[in-house]
């Protein structure tokens, strides 16, 4: 049935490949022979009414020895099957091993790995239930990685990426199922579209692959896990292309000023290199409060860890009294902190 719906697949959805699970009855010269009558007949040229015949004779032999010299098969793959043998057999070791990593158990009909998925078929499967598979995977999950993925710039030969490219959706469509299935059970969890983007939301689109990636933030814009998260949303977006939804959702009655001091939050998530290959980030890392207004006296002060001691190195004023109305002409201020000792626990 998977032959004759691959057989119909005129828009090229479909792609087959077969895990040998022999049953324990048969022998594993056999089993060989079978996968490596499989094999070359499938690597020939308009493979699948040949290999409908041979799944015909190996369902017709069951355990025994598949007969190679039938007329319903080619003449020479007797001499190819012996070629292929020695080499099959390696094969089929690793066919186990994938099995077993699938967890897939013995001695159980027909199974089928889609996308990464296992779904067990609990009777036979007809070819339209099939084609009925491979559409809704594709609109479900591998349309839209498809499209991404034609988009993506890379290297031209498509015939040497077309597997890579079907293991990267499938590894994904995975993925996105196992997250799926572990927060079915629970309650709390919060999916993008649960919370439409309306006059309190901010979308910030992505670019490239990683566009497809959408980062849902929810923040009280007058607080101090807004002043630290911004910049490292940010960063994320710019580093990997995330699209971020931001919805703004602050406190209706303050008591008091709810951000008592300027604050910068330094980081840097696409490190910089000289032509020598030292690392910038020294140079380049740096918090620049600019356009600052106010006669009272400030404090610049470094919110580290606990276990970081970050020192003072370079200043021309007290950081701890900073009088900008006394500054005069000058119009900048700088010092340079580094991290003097770290206490590890």
């Not at 040949?50 to 007797?78: E, F, K, Q």
């Not at 006669?295 to 200043?315: I, K």
């Amino acid at each position: 049935h998977a032959l004759h719906a691959l057989s119909r697949d005129e828009a090229l959805r479909m792609r087959i490949g077969v895990l040998h699970r022999p049953s324990a009855a048969t022998s594993a010269d056999a089993a060989a022979v079978a996968a490596a009558a499989w094999n070359e007949l499938a690597a020939r040229e308009a493979p699948l009414p040949a290999l409908r015949r041979l799944l015909a004779l190996l369902h017709l032999h069951g355990s025994r020895p598949l007969p190679l010299h039938s007329d319903l098969l080619p003449s020479d793959l007797a001499d190819a099957v012996a070629a292929r043998r020695d080499g099959v057999r390696e094969l089929l070791q690793l066919h186990a091993q994938a099995a077993a990593a699938f967890e897939l158990p013995s001695g159980t009909g027909p199974l089928i790995l889609a996308n990464g998925r296992l779904i067990e078929a609990g009777e036979l499967l007809e070819a339209e239930d099939l084609e009925l598979l491979v559409e809704f995977e594709f609109r479900q999950r591998a349309e839209g990685a498809a499209e991404l993925l034609a988009a993506a710039d890379g290297p031209s030969d498509a015939e040497g990426l077309s597997s890579t490219l079907m293991l990267a959706v499938a590894q994904t469509s995975r993925a996105a199922q196992a997250a799926a299935g572990e927060e079915a059970g629970r309650s709390d969890g919060i999916r993008p579209g649960d919370i439409p983007c309306e006059a309190s939301c901010v979308r910030l689109p992505g670019a490239g692959p990683g566009e497809a990636l959408e980062l849902l933030v929810v923040l009280d814009p007058l607080s101090k896990e807004a002043q630290r998260f911004s910049p490292i949303m940010m960063g994320l977006q710019q580093a990997l292309g995330l699209t971020i939804v931001l919805h703004l959702n602050p406190t209706l009655k303050l008591s008091e000023f709810p951000l008592a001091s300027f604050y910068r939050y330094v980081v840097n998530l696409l490190p910089k290199y000289d032509a020598d290959g030292a690392l910038l980030s020294a140079q380049s890392d740096r918090a620049i409060f600019s356009a600052l207004r106010t006669p009272q006296v400030l404090t610049l002060h470094v919110d580290a860890p606990e276990a970081w001691l970050v020192e003072c190195v370079e200043a021309a004023y007290d950081m701890d009294n900073i009088r900008l109305s006394e500054l005069g002409d000058k119009r900048t201020l700088t010092a340079s902190y580094q991290l003097a000792s770290l206490l590890i626990t």
